[in-house]
């Protein structure tokens, strides 16, 4: 099982539209969790921490469930800037290591 | 806004050649990290250092691969034999607290082919 695992995109979109994105990981002790936003052959850049308790920043909403060791980010009435690769990244019980997934690629179109 | 640079923007090498790869941090940060990703898979963490030392590393950081941050503000990541699967874009990255607690501010990235 991959350490972290995301859906497979590409989501196409168009703007204005909600669109979720789901990710797992595999190792019940990880401390924390991070959504990062990387456009295409830029570096990444947080979007957002994800917290138990969950959090919302504008239009954008993280939710984390320990239990099913589970992430989810929402975004609402998407825009075209939107437009992005989303990268969920969890963080080991040591906090040195940062484990990436591979992304979900969102289009929002006109 | 302070930000983390990275130097050069793109480096072209030989196999078997050794190559520096150079970062300045933020200025107050701490704690410091080299990733890598190579074109159209994810990014991989190879390495953190904390206090003049590694923290923690991953499998891919094996006995080619070298640390240092050797004047108090550069942190340079060094190759000392490269090969060919080394071609990826390289992110050096800082924080201010350890990555727990703290966002990671990622520079634009080397990269590194390898002919």
């Known amino acids: 099982r991959k350490e972290v695992e995301q859906d497979p995109g590409p989501f196409n979109v168009p703007e204005g539209a909600t669109v979720a994105f789901n990710c797992t990981y595999s190792n019940s002790a990880s401390q924390s969790f991070f959504w990062y936003r990387q456009d295409c052959r830029k570096e990444p850049k947080l979007l957002m921490s994800v917290y138990s308790s969950g959090n919302e920043d504008g239009r954008f909403t993280a939710q984390l469930n320990r239990a099913s060791q589970y992430i989810s980010l929402l975004i609402r009435d998407s825009k075209l800037s939107d437009s992005a690769t989303y990268l969920c990244v969890v963080t080991d019980t040591g906090g040195f290591k940062t484990i990436f997934g591979a992304g979900t690629r969102l289009f929002v179109k006109a | 806004e302070p930000e983390v640079t990275q130097t050069p923007s793109h480096q072209v090498t030989q196999m078997g050649q050794e190559v520096i790869l150079r970062c300045v941090p933020i200025?107050?940060?701490?704690?410091f990290y080299w990733y890598r990703q190579i074109l159209g898979q994810k990014v991989e963490f190879l390495v953190s250092f904390y206090n003049n030392e590694i923290s923690e590393k991953s499998e891919i950081f094996d006995d080619q691969f070298s640390v240092e941050r050797p004047d108090g503000s550069n942190f340079t990541l060094k190759i000392r034999s490269t090969k060919l699967e080394d071609s990826a874009m390289y992110f050096c990255?800082?924080?201010?607290?350890?990555?727990?607690?703290?966002?990671?501010?990622f520079g634009p990235g080397t990269r590194l082919t390898v002919l």
């Open positions: 990255a800082s924080s201010r607290q350890g990555a727990l607690n703290s966002e990671q501010f």
């Open positions: 200025s107050n940060h701490l704690y």
